[in-house]
């Protein structure tokens, strides 16, 4: 089994930053792909950012210039470094490991951005 922890979240005001981490532990045999999604209030959950085992990254469009993904391998952990934050990327946000086909979810963290 493998457990994920997001921390990070919290409010902000509008054009501040804050800087998200996903810790995995448990049985984990490799470098995983890992992703932040995100889900707000009435809406579907989304790809915010992913990246690949290579480290190759990928972004929704209303990410990209604004969110970094990152990870530490030796640590099994996946940051998301937001700036420039807006109150539409207000929601919680979770974190998703994939091994071995099956996908593993965090408990989610909430970011709120207001003034």
């Known amino acids: 089994q493998v457990q994920l922890v997001e921390s990070g979240g919290g409010l902000v005001q509008p054009g501040g930053s804050l800087r998200l981490s996903c810790a995995a532990s448990g049985t984990i045999f490799s470098i995983n792909p890992m992703g932040w999604y995100r889900q707000a209030p009435g809406k579907q959950r989304e790809l915010v950012a992913a990246?690949?085992?290579?480290?190759?990254?990928n972004y929704a469009d209303s990410a990209k210039g604004r969110f970094t993904i990152s990870r530490d391998n030796g640590k099994n952990t996946a940051y998301l470094q937001m700036n420039s934050l807006k109150p539409e990327d207000t929601a919680v946000f979770y974190c998703r490991l994939t091994q071995f086909g099956k996908d593993y979810w965090g408990q989610g963290t909430q970011v709120t951005v207001s003034s």
């Open positions: 990246i690949t085992r290579g480290g190759s990254t």
